[in-house]
Structure formats: structure tokens, C-alpha cells
């Protein structure tokens, strides 16, 4: 895998199609967050409508990152993110 994105405390490596995000934080718990992206906030908020009764937060802005984003549970109680980027990207594909 290679560096994609590098954010505030967050990297985000790609190999072929898949990205992940691994936070940079020695303070870490042991839980994980697993990423969604998706290509635009009418994505987001349609997965959040799907997904309304796991979410534990509604869709928000994220200035801080310049993403959409809302968290949920999976069915293991792991908390999931749906998210996409509002500012321009490096090329993947």
C-alpha cells in the first residue's frame, strides 16, 4: 500500500481501488473504526437513512477534516464510519 491522503493526525493508504484510514494517535484504545467513503453527502445521507437505527450520530460536517461524516454500530458493536470528502483529491484510479 502506498500514502494517499495525509490529514491532521490521519493517514490514508491505497492500494489498487481499496483505501484505509489509520488515525495517528499513540494514545489509542483498542477499538478500531472501520471507513465507508463515499463520492458525495446525497451518498452519506442515504446510507445514514439505511442505517438510521445503528447510527449514534447524524450526518455532520467535519471542518476539521473538510469531510461529511456520520458513525454506527455494526452488528459486533464496532463503530463504523460513512463519510466523503468535501475538498478536492489526489487521483486513485
Known amino acids: ?3 494517499w491522503l495525509e490529514q491532521p493526525d490521519i493517514r490514508i493508504l491505497r492500494h489498487e481501488n481499496l483505501l484505509i484510514g489509520f488515525k495517528l494517535d499513540e ?3 483498542q477499538d478500531s473504526l472501520l471507513t465507508f467513503f463515499y463520492p458525495s453527502v446525497e ?3 442515504r ?3 439505511t442505517l438510521k437505527a445503528e447510527a449514534t450520530t447524524a450526518p455532520r460536517t467535519n471542518n476539521r477534516y473538510q469531510i461529511y461524516n456520520f458513525f454506527a454500530l455494526d452488528p459486533d458493536n464496532r463503530r463504523i ?3 466523503c470528502f468535501l475538498h478536492e483529491l489526489p487521483a486513485w484510479r
Open 43 to 45: 451518498e452519506v445521507d
Open 81 to 83: 464510519e460513512f463519510q
Open 27 to 29: 494514545a489509542l484504545d
Open 47 to 49: 446510507m445514514y437513512h
Open 1 to 3: 500500500m502506498s500514502v
